[in-house]
């Protein structure tokens, strides 16, 4: 997946909300070896954003932590090839084909919640 302007204007936003100066961020910028966000692969955007959450950015997408319950209980329900079964519930879940990391945080809260009886569910039936 290629970085579009929305997500540019979003690292953009989050360097603005939280006061860094140029030489910082391009210092951030330095640890994926590139020298413009428009450089950046999808991956590396989405350290760098989980980065400027953990300087205290609040990014409009889920969590990390959320991340991290979401991809625990995927693995847990549906085992290691857990991304298309998680990528169809998600499908499900939301209405519509997304990224599990572009989940908004209310949408990876309802998630966490699905996964989470679809766990008791299976844990009821002997599955798990």
Do not use: C
Request: glycine share 4%; aromatic share 10%.
């Amino acid at each position: 997946m290629e970085l579009n302007r929305n997500h540019i204007s979003l690292i953009h936003v989050a360097k603005q909300k939280l006061g860094l100066k140029e030489e910082e961020y391009r210092a951030l910028l330095h640890q994926f070896n590139v020298n413009s966000s428009k450089d950046l692969t999808y991956a590396q955007f989405e350290r760098l954003l989980e980065q400027f959450e953990k300087l205290g950015f609040e990014s409009p997408y889920l969590s990390y932590k959320q991340k991290v319950r979401i991809k625990g209980l995927a693995k847990k329900v549906y085992g290691e090839d857990y991304k298309q079964a998680l990528s169809k519930e998600i499908e499900k879940q939301a209405g519509y084909d997304i990224p599990f990391t572009r989940l908004n945080k209310e949408e990876a809260s309802k998630m966490i919640i699905a996964l989470e009886k679809i766990e008791e569910w299976k844990r009821k039936k002997g599955n798990l």
